[in-house]
């Protein structure tokens, strides 16, 4: 079990990345590598659901969790848009440009600068 800080610090970290187009463009158009360990779009996509292990998280520890209804809303729903991009008929794995240019992308990143601001914390 990952214990609760970590997990909402990835969680978090996940979620900033997210509402970054400059740094989404940069590694996955422009090939900047360093940045950071998300080389992908499909890469992101594991982190999060796997090395973090959300839907666990959600499913059993969500609900006791010390986060406000606010933000245990805005968890859910940022999984949610998050999951909506892998079930894209356009999305590749070998073209994330193709995959930032979609409405459910653009979708995901206004939801990512939401969920920051629930958490108090700038996009």
């Not at 990835?10 to 360990?37: I, M």
């Not at 999305?91 to 601001?117: G, H, M, N």
Request: hydrophobic share 40%; with cysteine.
């Amino acid at each position: 079990m990952i214990p609760f800080e970590v997990r909402l610090s990835n969680f978090l970290g996940a979620v900033a990345f997210a509402a970054d187009e400059k740094q989404q463009r940069a590694v996955w158009v422009d090939g900047v590598l360093g940045l950071t360990s998300i080389i992908s779009i499909g890469e992101f996509y594991c982190q999060f659901f796997d090395d973090n292990d959300m839907d666990d998280f959600i499913a059993n520890e969500l609900s006791g969790s010390p986060l406000s209804a606010p933000q245990k809303t805005a968890v859910i729903e940022f999984r949610a848009a998050l999951n909506r991009i892998e079930t894209l008929q356009s999305y590749q794995e070998d073209d994330d440009r193709q995959t930032l240019e979609t409405p459910e992308w653009r979708s995901l990143v206004q939801c990512a600068k939401r969920t920051l601001s629930v958490f108090g914390h700038e996009a």
